[in-house]
């Protein structure tokens, strides 16, 4: 017996314009548990194939390649025979039709930490909307190799930080363990740019982040949740930069909230909008009219193909990050993808 579907935000009763209509899924999505080494990235996959054309794609790849009648997974793909020939039909076929988002979890931190503690927290972090933090984060994430042990330690210490499950207060002792995890990245000596953003994380700022976050204030959003801007910057890549409105049909994932969803779809307004002339007169417009999403629709990937064939694509870009800045994968891949554009120093650590 299926369960109820969680999250998702009704659609719309009007939408105005042109709309396109995608499906969505992700692969490594590990909830709130970030660090783990297994499943260092996530991927958020999307296409806009009608029903009849994702079915046709699935019928060919059984058909052609021998594959199970079953709902297709990544691994049982790559695990095939054929797979090579297979994937290079498979994204031939999804030429155009597609697009990939990558968030590096460790990367994703370090930009929440900033995002979070050091600027004004919003639903637009994470996102192309908020890149004038991005700079600090990545100068922390790059000095990440010169501390070692001492990096995750910190890393792990925002998480349980920012963790507000089963609390109703900041704990103390979770406070005292970020800023030494904190102080110890100083003293590792990781440059003048990056000592300069630690030294930023004051204890007066951290705590009144903090005690708004534990006070449930909506307009911050979820620290350890990467799906709510990978979700964005699928909508704003499928909008064509605010042409169109985007509605999301998404595999089931309690983490998309309608609350959520509609402060998102919010911010999209607000960020999307251009600011009108200084002698424009005011209007009373609803803003939620013009949000390139215009709802998100749960549903259960075995009885949606575009959503398998979402599913699909999103592990193998996870499952082969060999193939991640190939030139045949170059074409579905986010050119904001929330990761670092230069590869990882030769002396870091092991991730």
Same mark, same amino acid.
């Given at each position: 017996?299926?369960?109820?579907?969680?999250?998702?935000?009704?659609?719309?009763?009007?939408?105005?314009?042109?709309? !396109?209509?995608?499906?969505?899924?992700?692969?490594?999505?590990?909830?709130?548990?970030?660090?783990?080494?297994?499943?260092?990235? *996530?991927?958020?996959?999307? !296409?806009?194939?009608? *029903?009849?054309?994702?079915?046709?794609?699935?019928?060919?790849?059984?058909?052609?390649?021998?594959?199970?009648?079953?709902?297709?997974?990544?691994?049982?793909?790559?695990?095939?025979?054929?797979?090579?020939?297979?994937?290079?039909?498979?994204?031939?076929?999804?030429?155009?039709?597609?697009?990939?988002?990558? *968030?590096?979890?460790?990367?994703?931190?370090?930009?929440?930490?900033?995002?979070?503690?050091?600027?004004?927290?919003?639903?637009?972090?994470?996102?192309?909307?908020?890149?004038?933090?991005?700079?600090?984060?990545?100068?922390?994430?790059?000095?990440?190799?010169?501390?070692?042990?001492?990096?995750?330690?910190?890393?792990?210490?925002?998480?349980?930080?920012?963790?507000?499950?089963?609390?109703?207060?900041?704990?103390?002792?979770?406070?005292?363990?970020?800023?030494?995890?904190?102080?110890?990245?100083?003293?590792?000596?990781?440059?003048?740019?990056?000592?300069? *953003?630690?030294?930023?994380?004051?204890?007066?700022?951290?705590?009144?982040?903090?005690?708004?976050?534990?006070?449930?204030?909506?307009?911050?959003?979820?620290?350890?949740?990467?799906?709510?801007?990978?979700?964005?910057?699928?909508?704003?890549?499928?909008?064509?930069?605010?042409?169109?409105?985007?509605?999301?049909?998404?595999?089931?994932?309690?983490?998309?909230?309608?609350?959520?969803?509609?402060?998102?779809?919010?911010?999209?307004?607000?960020?999307?909008?251009?600011?009108?002339?200084?002698?424009?007169?005011?209007?009373?417009?609803?803003?939620?009219?013009?949000?390139?999403?215009?709802?998100?629709?749960?549903?259960?990937?075995?009885?949606?193909?575009?959503?398998? !064939?979402?599913?699909?694509?999103?592990?193998?870009?996870?499952?082969?990050?060999?193939?991640?800045?190939?030139?045949?994968?170059?074409?579905?891949?986010?050119?904001?993808?929330?990761?670092?554009?230069?590869?990882?120093?030769?002396?870091?650590?092991?991730?």
């Amino acid at each position: 017996m299926r369960l109820p579907l969680q999250g998702g935000l009704p659609p719309m009763d009007t939408v105005a314009g042109a709309v !396109v209509e995608i499906a969505c899924d992700e692969s490594g999505f590990s909830g709130t548990n970030l660090l783990h080494r297994a499943t260092p990235v *996530i991927t958020h996959a999307s !296409v806009d194939l009608c *029903i009849g054309e994702a079915v046709e794609l699935i019928t060919a790849l059984r058909s052609g390649f021998r594959f199970s009648p079953n709902e297709f997974k990544s691994g049982q793909f790559l695990r095939n025979s054929a797979a090579g020939e297979a994937l290079e039909w498979f994204l031939a076929q999804l030429r155009g039709r597609a697009h990939v988002h990558l *968030i590096d979890k460790e990367y994703f931190l370090t930009t929440r930490i900033v995002d979070l503690l050091l600027g004004e927290p919003s639903y637009a972090a994470g996102t192309r909307l908020t890149q004038d933090q991005r700079p600090a984060a990545r100068t922390l994430y790059r000095a990440r190799h010169l501390a070692d042990h001492d990096w995750r330690v910190f890393l792990a210490a925002f998480v349980e930080l920012v963790r507000t499950k089963r609390r109703h207060r900041p704990d103390p002792q979770a406070l005292e363990r970020f800023f030494q995890a904190r102080d110890a990245l100083l003293r590792d000596r990781l440059g003048a740019q990056a000592d300069d *953003i630690l030294d930023g994380l004051s204890r007066t700022r951290v705590q009144a982040v903090l005690a708004r976050l534990f006070a449930d204030d909506r307009s911050i959003p979820p620290p350890l949740e990467p799906l709510l801007p990978a979700l964005a910057e699928t909508v704003l890549f499928w909008s064509g930069d605010g042409k169109r409105q985007v509605l999301v049909t998404h595999d089931e994932q309690s983490a998309l909230t309608a609350g959520r969803l509609s402060r998102l779809q919010q911010v999209l307004v607000d960020r999307a909008r251009p600011s009108p002339p200084d002698d424009a007169e005011e209007t009373d417009s609803s803003p939620a009219g013009n949000s390139p999403l215009a709802g998100l629709v749960m549903v259960d990937s075995r009885d949606d193909p575009r959503v398998q !064939v979402a599913d699909l694509l999103a592990g193998v870009a996870r499952r082969l990050p060999e193939i991640v800045d190939d030139r045949p994968f170059q074409p579905f891949l986010s050119p904001t993808s929330l990761r670092d554009p230069q590869p990882r120093p030769a002396a870091a650590s092991p991730a």
